[in-house]
């Protein structure tokens, strides 16, 4: 079998994912009108990284993912206890995107057929993932549908829901933006979850081990970091890459430096997969970014830097582009 090249070739078109998801998003936001000038009246529309609802002088911001097809890596290698971790790794680093404190977690856990040892094992990444985002699990929902899940006796599926909060004053937005600013990124633990359809056909079972290490959790570092610097935008890089960068404020760019990516992208590219679609898919060592102004860049940094390796890779420009430059490969591209 030929070894995909892309996303698209390995199963998943992000162009077909993208307009369907349009289809459903024109059609639902119709809702965001439900429950205007009441507690519960949405903030803002749909497409930010969490989405906010009144609450008083507060907001809520609610966030729902999934582990995707790292689960199928979990089945493989017989070890689950750490996709709990990924679950609320995914939704924890999405709420902190828009300055929210993330103040409770439910779990939606699919079984082929009911195994305690494996919810066990579950469960074990959902504590340690609770216990680095400081947050309870307020309850969840499990279900065995075997005729749904599939994977020899151990097939599983494994999503959830967090819910943050942030004071209304304190919503980061990025409408305050602009040319200049400085993007500072934040290393990743590897892969993390997603594109793992694409990672799982090119990459041999020999990196399976390294495909589940889990998602590295940024709640504490962000949250001391938004207490002291003002924070003008943060992404979070799972799947769509650098291109989560342009949810950010319409109009604006950004242009990068960006450090060479650790050896398993490298050995997806060696594979034949262009730069372009891995920096369009995956996070590429930098799995989260942050935009402040010039003069805040040093005691970000300062802050940054007591938790995971954090450094400039940018600043912000008046076109919409993203023009990159990978040093250590001396590759440059436009997205």
């Known amino acids: 079998m030929a070894i995909p090249k892309d996303y698209k070739s390995s199963g998943v078109d992000i162009k077909v994912e993208e307009k369907s998801i349009s289809a459903l998003v024109s059609i639902i936001k119709e809702t965001l009108k439900f429950r205007k000038g009441e507690i519960g009246a949405a903030i803002g529309d749909i497409g930010s990284f969490s ?3 009144e609450f008083g002088n507060y907001a809520l911001s609610l966030a729902t993912d999934g582990v995707g097809s790292k689960v199928l890596v979990a089945q493989k290698l017989k070890k689950y206890d750490t996709v ?3 679950v609320i790794a995914m939704n924890v680093n999405d709420v902190i995107c828009n300055g929210g404190t993330p103040i409770a977690f439910v779990d939606y856990i699919a079984l082929e057929k009911t195994s305690e040892y494996m919810l ?4 074990k990444g959902l504590l340690e993932g609770a216990k680095q985002s400081n947050m309870p699990i307020v309850g969840g929902e499990t279900a065995t549908l075997p005729d749904i899940i599939k994977g020899d006796g151990e097939g599983f599926d494994l999503a959830g829901t967090c819910l943050g909060v942030v004071e ?7 409408k305050d933006i602009k040319p200049e600013d400085v993007v500072i990124g934040i290393a990743s633990s590897g892969i993390h979850s997603n594109g ?12 399976y ?6 998602t590295r959790i940024y709640v504490k570092q962000i949250l001391e ?13 799972t799947g769509s890459g650098l291109l989560n960068l342009k949810r950010l404020k319409k109009g604006m760019g950004f242009e990068l430096e960006l450090p060479e990516p650790p050896m398993i992208f490298k050995k997806m590219m060696a594979a034949g997969v262009e730069i372009e679609e891995m920096y369009k898919t995956f996070n590429m ?4 970014m942050v935009i402040v102004a010039k003069e805040d860049k040093d005691k970000a940094l300062s802050i940054l830097n007591k938790y995971y390796p954090s450094y400039v890779i940018g600043k912000v420009i008046s076109e919409d582009v993203i023009r990159t430059h990978i040093k250590g490969l001396d590759k440059r591209f436009t997205l």
């Open 196 to 207: 793992l359809t694409l990672a799982r056909k090119v990459l041999g079972v020999e990196d």
């Open 225 to 237: 970091l938004t207490q002291k610097v003002k924070v003008k935008g943060m992404a979070h890089i």
């Open 84 to 86: 709990g971790i990924d």
């Open 285 to 288: 060592g930098t799995g989260f």
């Open 51 to 53: 989405g906010l609802i």
């Open 209 to 214: 081990p390294e495909l589940l290490i889990p």
């Open 120 to 123: 066990g094992e579950i469960a």
């Open 168 to 174: 209304k004053d304190k919503i980061i937005s990025g």
